[in-house]
């Protein structure tokens, strides 16, 4: 089953403008939830992360809302620039393991 | 320094062959992490250490095998391989068990099985 779910594919947004991905799980058990970036040929390289006891964490260009009661997570990019184009995954940390489960993506376009 | 060091990059095999995936991190973390991502998915966990001599199955374990004798090394088995097992493959280290600080990623191996 899949517990964590990215349902845009892909995300096109002008250089300047906020990217606004989202994120949806179903397992209630997530202490932390993470995001991570991927540009072709690279493995993944860590952006933000959130515990499930806050509702929001920022770093720079980077903000994480959560949204426990919808099961919702977001990541912000203000303002997104032509670097930010790469794929973007969303994570779901449930035990001391440090195991993730991840969705399967967001492809960020930021067009001059 | 070098973080997670991933070997080969690229590999073709032959159904029913073998092959050893190398992985090797020079940060000391306790936590090392194989997973594979499919085309249009995310990534799921192979196996997983939670230090050395201490192994167990993730998600997708079948027609794989790892070890880890040494804090540093993580490597990855392949035995008979078949094309379901066509995929990129991520090794990733980690210092906090709960994951909060995020994973070191690996730049990942490509396996193609004909």
């Known amino acids: 089953d899949q517990q964590v779910k990215q349902n845009s594919p892909s995300l096109s947004v002008q250089e300047g403008r906020i990217s606004i991905l989202n994120c949806d799980y179903t397992?209630?058990?997530?202490?932390?939830f993470l995001w991570y970036k991927k540009y072709p040929a690279e493995g993944p390289t860590f952006l933000i992360s959130?515990?499930?006891?806050?509702d929001k964490n920022e770093d720079g260009r980077f903000t994480v809302f959560l949204n426990k009661s919808a099961k919702h997570l977001s990541l912000h990019i203000v303002p997104s620039q032509p670097g930010d184009s790469a794929v973007y995954f969303c994570?779901?940390?449930?035990?001391?393991?440090?195991?993730?489960?991840f969705g399967a993506g967001t492809q960020v376009v930021v067009t001059p | 320094n070098a973080g997670v060091t991933q070997t080969p990059k690229f590999r073709i095999l032959k159904i029913g062959q073998s092959m050893t995936l190398q992985c090797t991190q020079d940060m000391n973390h306790n936590y090392m992490y194989w997973y594979r991502q499919d085309p249009g998915m995310g990534l799921k966990l192979i196996y997983y250490s939670v230090g050395a001599g201490i192994t167990d199955k993730g998600e997708v374990p079948n027609g794989y095998n790892v070890s880890r004798s040494t804090t540093e090394d993580f490597p990855l088995r392949l035995e008979l391989a078949a094309p379901s097992q066509t995929s990129v493959y991520f090794c990733a280290s980690s210092t906090h068990s709960t994951g909060e600080d995020g994973y070191t990623f690996g730049s990942g191996t490509r396996l193609t099985v004909v």
């Open positions: 994570a779901g940390s449930t035990d001391s393991w440090g195991k993730l489960q």
């Open positions: 397992n209630s058990m997530f202490d932390y």
């Open positions: 959130i515990s499930s006891i806050k």
